[in-house]
């Protein structure tokens, strides 16, 4: 065989296009919204600042989880973080649903989402797994967490301003 055989390979290149032209999130797109708590479960930081120790990076590691979610979820569920202070042992996210979601259903969906879905990434992915003691990876539960369904409210000058508009 020729060994100039591949010589104009570089005519034969083609560049992947890049997939992560995620669309803009816009609430109007989402039936249901929640706001929602997560801390860590059997953790061994007392705040996010301690994290360091464990070479762990909190806002790095949060974001680049809800970035994947996003991406994988098509539109069906939106995670954005709302609220990561260092001295807090909490963090707030806001989660948006596509279709509604039942009262009843909602402690199962958003149970899901995040034992099932975001947990994995973040423990293992991020190395979380650091941050909590021996019960909390014996169970293999990272986050404890807790909800509420967020309405958006209308303030009065905004009323007066749509009145007008009608």
Partial sequence: ???N?????????IYPLEKDNPK????????THYILTLSLYDSLVS???EANKYEVDVKKSIEKVLKEFNNTQKGSYHLQLLELESDKSYFVLSLSCKTKIE???ANDRISYIIDKII???FYVG???YRLIGDKGRITRKLFCFSFKEYTH??????????????
């Fill in 1 to 3: 065989m020729d060994g």
């Fill in 5 to 13: 055989f591949f010589a104009n390979y570089k005519d034969f290149i």
């Fill in 24 to 31: 803009e999130f816009d609430p109007q797109d989402y039936a």
């Fill in 47 to 49: 705040n996010w600042g």
């Fill in 103 to 105: 009262n009843s259903e």
């Fill in 119 to 121: 947990s994995n990434p």
């Fill in 126 to 128: 991020q190395s979380w």
């Fill in 153 to 166: 409210v209308i303030e009065e000058n905004e009323v007066a301003r749509l009145s007008t508009l009608a």
